[in-house]
């Protein structure tokens, strides 16, 4: 059985290269990439994945708020992808309380 | 033969030197005063010896009132003045001795009594010695003072180089880190080619941010190289969400700024307008005459000012302020009252707008 994963990051970069480095994988299945939040949404709700490498920072529609979207589904694992070591610790300080 | 070079030099560069000269100029200017003025009073050509003996006395007394005073000028102010007047009445009697004694010796029978012979040598002597004190020390003062005056120029040389070294452009260390990840994907995508320019205007723009001395001007068009090639990066994570466009008048193309100096402005744009909006945006480098100053305007079609910093999850904890603040006092160690900075905030974008005076000419190399 394999790990059925949805890729979201707003920079088509980023994705390739994280599309490409879990290719090396055989039990990751990469059922959709997202380019945005709604996207991502939409995806996570469609394919209902098992794992979400998730940007944090995009625009509009944020990693945070993708997850918060989705609080009514069965969430799958998230795993947050970002090049800011300060972004993650400070917001989820901030929202531990509204998550 | 040797030839002397004339080399201009401060009078005091030599302090000794010019005690020197000063002391023996000083007397002799003395000596002929008094000289003449005794020959002009119909006095015998034998009665200049008594005023040599007398200028003699008062060069050797001086000398040793020197030491003295050279002594008591590193203690505390009254022990100085005190201790200097002391020294001064001492040795004015000391040399009004000897002039009465020679004046006694000379003119054997004259009917002077000693003591006020003593008393008018006295009275000379110590206006002689007072004055030679009272210039001593207003020379020692002027020469603590410029010495001072000195040491604080050299200070606040350190202090605002200290001040532009750290004012100077810093490189974003996240910058380089997104870089060279996409680089790193470009390979692993085997587009050896797009990897290759990345890296090659990657280099480029380091070597352009790693010289920059903190001084260093460059020109306008130099300048906004710098910023395509650093745009160009950005547009390999960016895409079509990040759209440069420039407006550079040729008349002003070749004016100097502080280098760098736009580079945080673009920093900013990509930061607080094309990041956080899903169709990006539009950012503009505009340089164009004004006058006798030349007006650069960087602006973008970003949510503007306030929206980006009440933006929830804004991932860059510190505000535009200080890197803006950071521009401002560059500009005004470059060109002091002669520059303006503003800035406006519409919910259309942010634009900065900055004059500086047109500036064509080489720059003159700062001495290190």
Redesign the interface.
Known sequence: MTIRTILVD?????I??LK??LEAHEDVEIVETCS?GREAIRAIKTHKPDLVFLD??M??F?G?SVVQGLMEVEPPLFIFC???S??LS??LRRRRSTI | MSVHRFQPQPFFADKNRAFWNLQSVGWAGAFLLRGSSTIANGQPLSSLIPVMISTVSGYSVTLLIAVVFRFLQRQRPIVTWGASIVTVVVAAGLVAFIDAWVFSTQNRGSDTAGLQLFLGAFYLSMTLLGAWSALYYAINFYLTVEEQADQLLRLENQASSAQLAMLRYQLNP?FL??TL??I???V??KQTDRANAMLSRLSSFLRYTLINEPTAQVTIEQEIETLKLYLEIEK????D?LRPVFNIDPAVAQSRLPSLLLQPLVENAIKYAV????E?AEISVTAQPAGENVRIIVSDTGPGLNEGFTRP?N?V?EGTGVGLANIRDRLIQAFGERQSFETRSTPGGFSVLIEMPLNLDEPSRVAA
Request: aromatic share 8%.
């Open positions: 707003d920079e088509s970069l980023a390739q290269g490409l480095r945005n944090i920072q625009p509009g944020d945070f970002t090049a800011y300060d972004t400070a917001p | 996240h880190f997104n990840n996409s790193s994907t470009l692993l995508l390999m994570r960016f895409e969400r990041t956080p909006k899903e990006g999850n991932p904890s």
